[in-house]
């Protein structure tokens, strides 16, 4: 059972400007609601030009939320695009390591960079929400969906299954606080989609948002990812990868199909389509570009028989589910369930 939610802003510094005050009050209180301690950590509320140039500082708010005994969940304020820079702050004299406990670590889109930072020390982590997307959802409640699976983790620590979402939400366009209340239009949600391959694999899962992977082997967006994944060996080998099921979603960039086979290319280019046991494909936003993807990925990895599943309700698109990194799960597109083991 958790008790106590640290809030950390890895990423962008969002969740402490003043236009986004009426989402926060409205996290913490549901936060609260559960029973909860929230602990924002002490640069989380620093604001966006603060938090950007102060990586060292976003740094000292993880190392402070591990060691921390009192602390049960690390929960990531939002996604961002430079969390790689916190890089020499954890690594360099193993700061990170020497920190380190076992608790819920949980976010998505650019925390992908934070998983692969904790799964290089053996943490075990959860992917899929973090607290401003999820948690301070304007409508009247947390999305149903993404609620069930948030109130799974808080109660028992764990993810046991994952089944697909009956609906799905266009993106939000209206932040303000006269938009408290509302929800965004839904449609009816079509399943997982086996597009290749045997209808049942198994394997650790690993991955994230295809965008932030792909700053692993592209300075496009910096010029020093790649120096930086390289110097920390952040990536895992193929040895590593083997028999592992690699997950890939897309962002609120929504990249056009040009730049995501480029991306995929990348990908394919470290040999690790050639070890993992299977690929799941998160919906992207507003399914723009769905079925272009679902064809290049089919080209790009060129062997049909590789499994992949897509139409995952993790990521960028709602609802959205929280899928654990490091435990052993069992895909079963007949079914239409994936399953963890304890």
Not at 8 to 37: C, M, N, P, Q, W
Request: charged content about 25%.
């Amino acid at each position: 059972m958790i008790n106590t939610v640290a809030i950390v802003s890895l990423s962008a510094g969002t969740i402490g400007e003043d236009f986004v005050a009426h989402e926060v009050s409205l996290g913490v209180r549901r936060l609260e609601d559960y029973g909860l301690k929230v602990k924002m950590m002490p640069h989380a509320m620093k604001g966006i030009t603060y938090i950007k140039e102060n990586p060292d500082k976003r740094a000292e708010d993880l190392l402070a939320a591990f060691s921390d005994p009192d602390v049960d969940m690390i929960l990531c304020a939002i996604g961002g695009d430079d969390t790689y820079r916190l890089l020499p702050y954890l690594f360099d004299n193993g700061e990170l390591q020497k920190a380190i406990t076992e608790k819920i670590f949980l976010g998505f889109s650019d925390t992908t960079w934070n998983h692969f930072m904790l799964h290089k020390l053996g943490l075990k982590t959860f992917y899929g929400q973090s607290f401003l997307a999820d948690i301070c959802e304007m409508a009247p409640t947390m999305l149903p969906y993404s609620k069930k699976h948030f109130e799974e983790l808080i109660q028992t620590g764990t993810i046991r299954e994952i089944r697909p979402a009956d609906l799905w939400y266009e993106g939000r366009t209206d932040w303000s606080a006269e938009a408290l209340g509302t929800i965004s239009p839904s449609h009816r949600n079509q399943g997982f989609q086996l597009l290749q391959g045997a209808h049942r694999f198994e394997g650790e899962i690993l991955g994230g948002c295809i965008d932030s992977l792909y700053d692993f082997f592209d300075n496009t967006r910096y010029p020093d990812t790649v120096a930086l994944c390289r110097k920390y060996n952040l990536f895992p080998s193929c040895e590593d990868w083997g028999g592992r099921i690699l997950l890939l979603e897309t962002s609120e960039e929504q990249p056009e199909p040009e730049l995501y086979r480029k991306q995929l290319e990348a990908l394919k280019s470290t040999g690790i389509f050639g070890v993992i046991s299977g690929i799941l494909l998160g919906k992207p936003m507003d399914e723009k570009y769905f079925e272009e993807y679902k064809r290049i990925i089919c080209d790009v990895v060129s062997d049909d028989s590789l499994p992949i599943l897509a139409n995952v309700n993790v990521g960028h698109a709602t609802p959205r589910c929280i899928i654990p990194f490091g435990v052993h799960a069992v895909v079963d597109a007949d079914a239409q369930i994936i399953s963890f083991e304890p």
